[in-house]
């Protein structure tokens, strides 16, 4: 195969949801929702936004009457528009058969919550690398971090985060993960190959990244079996609007393991060309993947032997770009990677070691091989 460089990850940038077990105060437990004062569906619908339109006499007197009967107003049809405005009479009145509040997906929906719902507090040199935070029912806290652009600053913020949240508050036994994010100029095109090249290593990465007890998250990262279903939200791997998101990997509570995971993602993601695979063997993916997500099952041998030849690919077509994030990081990410597989962290209870990124430093410059075009850079993504 012709390396044609990594030219299309330009503007790249990812971040983290992390979720903790840590305790907040959830919408079922709240009464305060201040987003019916000032409903998202309803500034988009084009009848409501022209209800002064569709007024006539008619409903100005009922107007008239409902501000007199609930809010003890004389009220005139010289006067009424500013009650209107003021009490939002026209809610009743032009939009009385509306259904918008069934099953609405604003209303007690942490996303679009502007209350602080929680009483945990970050220190601010950690703070600073968080966009937003929510309460979970799942778990417990979620916190979302600000996009990155480098790794040796991702590395640092989640020895930062960790120390200060403790390992023990994002255990995956307790169901909490995190979703990693990324993103890059024109994404939206090069989606159908990262997702044919990287579902057919999620079995791989799984074993390699996850922890024992990852099947507790199972049902929050179903394998997709084709592009389609990356639409819907609870799939390994998701679709967004603004960036793709991985949802098989634990929290990184292990941070040098996590690190190591993300730097593989990104050289994945550089991959311009379809690895070739028939039907059988995303299949075969697919079982090995649920084996390890969904039940918790040892593999057996002939499963690790499968995965010891699905690793050897892996690092033949993510060499060139990891050894350009060896040398940002000042690691060597291919020996890293080869201890992860040796010792994966889904055997981690039998072999007992973590895994420690300083440990492969290096010592002299990684040879870079250049490649025509742009290189892979890791700047801000201009939104």
């Known amino acids: 195969m012709k390396w ?8 790249l940038c990812f971040g983290v949801e992390i979720e903790t077990s840590l305790e907040g105060g959830g919408c079922e437990s709240c009464d305060f929702c201040r987003i019916c004062d000032d409903c998202p569906i309803c500034s988009d619908c084009r009848d409501f936004t022209s209800y002064c339109e569709r007024c006539g006499e008619n409903e100005r007197l009922d107007m008239i009457d409902l ?13 009424i528009c500013e009650y209107c405005d003021r009490y939002r009479l026209f809610t009743d009145v032009i939009c009385p058969n509306c259904s918008h509040c069934d099953n609405c997906e604003y209303y007690r929906n942490p996303e679009y ?24 029912d799942s ?14 600053e991702f590395r640092e913020f989640l020895k930062a985060f960790v120390d200060e949240v403790g390992e023990d508050n994002m255990n995956p036994a307790d169901k909490c993960g995190g979703h990693f994010n990324i993103s890059w100029d024109y994404w939206e095109d090069d989606f159908p190959t990262v997702f044919n090249n990287s579902v057919y290593f999620l079995d791989l990465l799984s074993y390699m990244f996850n922890e024992p007890k990852t099947w507790r998250r199972g049902g929050y990262a179903e394998f997709p079996v084709n592009l389609i279903e990356t639409d819907e939200k609870f799939k390994a791997i998701h679709g967004k609007t603004y960036a793709i998101e991985f949802r098989f990997p634990d929290s990184p509570r292990d941070v040098d393991n996590y690190v190591l995971m993300a730097a593989t993602i990104i050289s994945l993601c550089s991959i311009n060309y379809d690895i070739t695979y028939n039907k059988d063997e995303r299949l075969k993916t697919r079982d090995i993947y649920e084996k390890i997500k969904e039940n918790g099952d040892k593999l057996n041998e002939e499963e690790k032997r499968y995965l010891s030849e699905k690793f050897k690919l892996l690092i033949r077509v993510i060499r060139k770009p ?12 291919i020996k890293a990677l080869h201890w992860r597989f040796s010792f994966p962290k889904y055997e981690e209870e039998k072999h007992k070691m973590r895994i420690n990124l300083d440990e492969f430093k290096l010592n002299t410059k990684v040879n870079v091989e250049k490649v025509d075009g742009r290189q892979l850079t890791l700047e801000v993504f201009a939104a």
């Open 4 to 11: 044609k460089g990594v030219e299309r990850l330009m503007n």
């Open 322 to 333: 990891l050894k350009q994030l060896s040398e940002e990081l000042r690691i060597d990410l």
């Open 113 to 136: 919550c502007d209350k602080d719902q929680y009483d945990y507090y970050l220190p601010p040199e950690v703070e600073k690398y968080i966009e937003s935070s929510y309460y979970d």
């Open 67 to 79: 501000v007199e009967r609930f809010y003890g107003v004389n009220a005139t049809e010289k006067n």
């Open 139 to 152: 778990c417990g806290l979620e916190f979302v971090t600000k996009v990155f652009s480098n790794l040796k």
